[in-house]
């Protein structure tokens, strides 16, 4: 390991802004059976100034949305959730530094995630870039096993940003959505193609204009990356309410790996 991972990884512990539990007793039962942390149902009493809304970015790598909207809209608290300590360093610190008192960041694999937060504690949740596991299909964020798991702590109305260069990824979550009839508020293939304006099919009460501007202005490493591969940059926003399980919709991945073609970005390997 680098010395400028190690110096990342001794200064991470002392940001009071990054929680690291211990994979360990999360699993002392089992991984079907993970046990709580306990911070959970405490989010706003114990990281936070004060108690509003929580928003969560998983998959947030060095945390540029987080920190952006934290800065945009201040009355509601954000989470960056990610594995990499390193890259996590960046945005802790940043809040740090800063004395942001409405950010917070959580070094934990996602497949842990339910065991953080109680019901209806968060308000949306981002996707950013998400790795589009093109092989396994209950490995992707947006899979039915997923939303399993982000229903049992997302708030009534609560909504899912995703935002991708992977139309394959793209494709396979607008084919979740219609499957499970789920409310898709915004669409697109192409989102710097498309007005802002335009985004949402009509005004929606739920998203505010910050949001909507965070969606063209915030680039974080990988999108900049990929702009300048020439992909386009595909995003789309849905409500996960709905009762019963989740389906598995009918979706056709050999054709979408094929169009996708061949990802030569090293952030997805």
């Known amino acids: 390991m680098g010395h400028d991972k190690l110096r990342k990884f001794a200064e991470n512990e002392g940001f009071a802004c990054l929680l690291q539990p211990s994979s360990e007793e999360l699993l002392q039962d089992g991984y079907f ?28 790598g060095k945390g540029e949305y987080t920190i952006d909207l934290s800065r945009r809209i201040p009355t509601r608290n954000y989470i960056g959730v990610d594995i990499k300590g390193a890259r996590l360093w960046k945005g802790a610190k940043y809040a740090h530094e800063h004395a942001l008192d409405n950010v917070a960041f959580l070094r934990t694999r996602i497949e842990f995630i339910t065991a953080f937060f109680a ?99 915030v680039q974080t490493f990988y999108e900049k990356m990929f702009l300048d591969q020439g992909c386009k940059i595909t995003y789309l926003c849905f409500s996960l309410d709905r009762e019963g399980a989740f389906e598995y919709p009918d979706f056709d991945a050999a054709y979408w790996r094929e169009v996708e073609g061949t990802r030569h970005s090293f952030g997805h390997k």
């Not at 046990?35 to 009493?45: T, V």
């Not at 114990?46 to 108690?51: G, K, N, T």
């Not at 998400?130 to 708030?155: C, G, I, V, W």
Request: include cysteine.
């Open 119 to 217: 019901p209806s504690e968060i308000s949306r949740i981002w996707l950013t870039f998400s790795d589009p596991q093109m092989k396994s299909e209950n490995s992707r964020l947006t899979s039915p096993l997923f939303l399993e798991r982000y229903r049992k702590f997302l708030a009534p109305g609560g909504l899912i940003h995703l935002k991708t260069d992977s139309i394959f990824l793209h494709q396979y979550t607008k084919a979740v959505a219609e499957k499970n009839g789920l409310k898709i508020l915004a669409c697109t293939e192409d989102l710097y193609g498309t007005p802002a304006q335009s985004l949402f099919s009509a005004p929606s009460p739920e998203i505010s204009e910050d949001e909507i501007a965070s969606l063209y202005e």
């Open 33 to 60: 059976a993970l046990r709580d942390h306990e911070i959970k149902g405490a989010w706003n009493e114990w990281m936070f100034e004060e108690s509003q809304p929580i928003v969560l970015e998983l998959g947030c």
